[in-house]
């Protein structure tokens, strides 16, 4: 019992955690107890450029055939070569699921390593000059994502 002159101070109530979730939310947590994940996006990964230069052997490919379907900012496919003869480094570089060229010899080695070690690598034709010499007419940027 209180005593005389006590004062009394009612309780406020906290409302129930779950009371600002929509329904579905409210449903899923009665049912399992958890909360489902938010969607939330990450945020983009940061490119770092690796190799900007001319592609390699585009006459001894199927450069030519693809004369007229590559454009600038045209993704490419790079693909390590470790049992090629002529370079243990190679990285072929293909467009339209076609071999195209190569990465040039003198700049394929820290490429390959990151491939290697399986790295996430993105490339892109930055320009593409089809009346240039073969060794003109292809350049290319690669990064590292």
């Given at each position: 019992?209180?005593?005389?002159?006590?004062?009394?101070?009612?309780?406020?109530?906290?409302?129930?955690?779950?009371?600002?979730?929509?329904?579905?939310?409210?449903?899923?947590?009665?049912?399992?107890?958890?909360?489902?994940?938010?969607?939330?996006?990450?945020?983009?990964?940061?490119?770092?450029?690796?190799?900007?230069?001319?592609?390699?052997?585009?006459?001894?490919h199927h450069?030519?055939?693809?004369?007229?379907?590559?454009?600038?900012?045209?993704?490419?496919?790079?693909?390590?070569?470790?049992?090629?003869?002529?370079?243990?480094?190679?990285?072929?570089?293909?467009?339209?699921?076609?071999?195209?060229?190569?990465?040039?010899?003198?700049?394929?080695?820290?490429?390959?390593?990151?491939?290697?070690?399986?790295?996430?690598?993105?490339?892109?034709?930055?320009?593409?000059q089809s009346?240039?010499?073969?060794?003109?007419?292809?350049?290319?940027?690669?990064?590292?994502?």
């Amino acid at each position: 019992m209180a005593q005389a002159g006590a004062h009394h101070t009612p309780r406020t109530r906290t409302p129930h955690p779950m009371a600002s979730f929509d329904p579905t939310r409210r449903w899923l947590f009665t049912a399992t107890g958890t909360l489902p994940a938010l969607a939330i996006a990450a945020p983009p990964r940061p490119r770092i450029e690796l190799l900007d230069c001319e592609l390699a052997g585009w006459i001894h490919h199927h450069g030519n055939a693809l004369r007229n379907v590559l454009r600038a900012k045209q993704t490419l496919r790079l693909e390590r070569e470790p049992a090629n003869p002529h370079d243990p480094h190679a990285v072929a570089v293909y467009a339209h699921g076609r071999r195209i060229g190569y990465i040039p010899r003198l700049a394929n080695r820290s490429l390959a390593a990151h491939l290697d070690q399986g790295a996430t690598i993105e490339a892109e034709i930055v320009d593409f000059q089809s009346q240039a010499a073969p060794w003109q007419c292809l350049r290319l940027r690669v990064w590292l994502v």
